[in-house]
Antibody, heavy 117, light 107 residues
Framework: VQLVESGGGVVQPGRSLRLSCAAS????????MSWVRQAPGKGLEWVSV????????YYTASVKGRFTTSRDNSKNMLYLQMDSLSPEDTAVYYC???????????WGQGTLVTVSS | DIQMTQSPSTLSASVGDRVSIACRAS??????LVWYQQKPGKAPKRLIY???SLQSGVPSRFSGSGSGTEFTLTISSLQPEDFATYYC?????????FGQGTKVEIK
């Protein structure tokens, strides 16, 4: 199983960024896919999840309306479109695959997003 | 939102010690709680699911207990590789939420 995040970097406040997560080694379409972030030196914060099917999405309050999680099962890809970024969004963003809460989950290595002018 | 509160925030212990970390939920989450271990620079690793079930491959010195609003992670005999930060997470309601973490340090 491999999850590889990409798309992180330095971005100015108010701008947008799109993260991607390439999945391999498991049946991607059967897993719920989440984003979890961790600000530097801080704890874990769950960001969002997208189910498949039917593609239902849920978000934490601080990103609702600004972030959009989507997936492309034909490409085994997970995305996080982040708009109206603020310095508080600075964090390592992890992609997480979860079949169910009884089975182990899988995490990527994370990608760092820095929001700074 | 369901708030998850861990205590203590930091725990100093020695190899061989028995240690316990508490996690309290602001609302009843039944047993819909997992525990993670995170080492510096690494992704978290799930240890416990369903509040008390050991994830496959996790050493038996780890155990979880509790239901409703009060939960505990116990390490029966602390090993050098157990020095890390531990998080509880509830998945009863959206948004899923983590505790703030408990760092287990070498005494």
């Amino acid at each position: 199983v491999q999850l590889v995040e990409s798309g992180g970097g330095v971005v100015q406040p108010g701008r947008s960024l799109r993260l991607s997560c390439a999945a391999s080694g498991f049946t991607f379409s059967t897993y719920a896919m989440s984003w979890v972030r961790q600000a530097p030196g801080k704890g874990l914060e769950w960001v969002s999840v997208v189910y498949s099917p039917p593609g239902s999405t849920y978000y934490t309050a601080s990103v609702k309306g600004r972030f959009t999680t989507s997936r492309d099962n034909s490409k085994n890809m997970l995305y996080l479109q982040m708009d109206s970024l603020s310095p508080e969004d600075t964090a390592v963003y992890y992609c997480v695959a979860c079949f169910d809460w009884l089975s182990r989950d899988f995490w990527g290595q994370g990608t760092l997003v820095t929001v700074s002018s | 939102d369901i708030q998850m509160t861990q205590s203590p925030s930091t725990l100093s212990a020695s190899v061989g010690d028995r240690v316990s970390i508490a996690c309290r939920a602001s609302h009843d989450i039944r047993n819909e709680l997992v525990w993670y271990q995170q080492k510096p620079g690494k992704a978290p690793k799930r240890l416990i699911y369903g509040a008390s079930s050991l994830q496959s491959g996790v050493p038996s010195r780890f155990s979880g207990s509790g239901s409703g609003t009060e939960f505990t992670l116990t390490i029966s005999s602390l090993q050098p590789e157990d020095f890390a930060t531990y998080y509880c997470q509830q998945h009863k309601n959206f948004p899923w939420t983590f505790g703030q973490g408990t760092k287990v340090e070498i005494k």
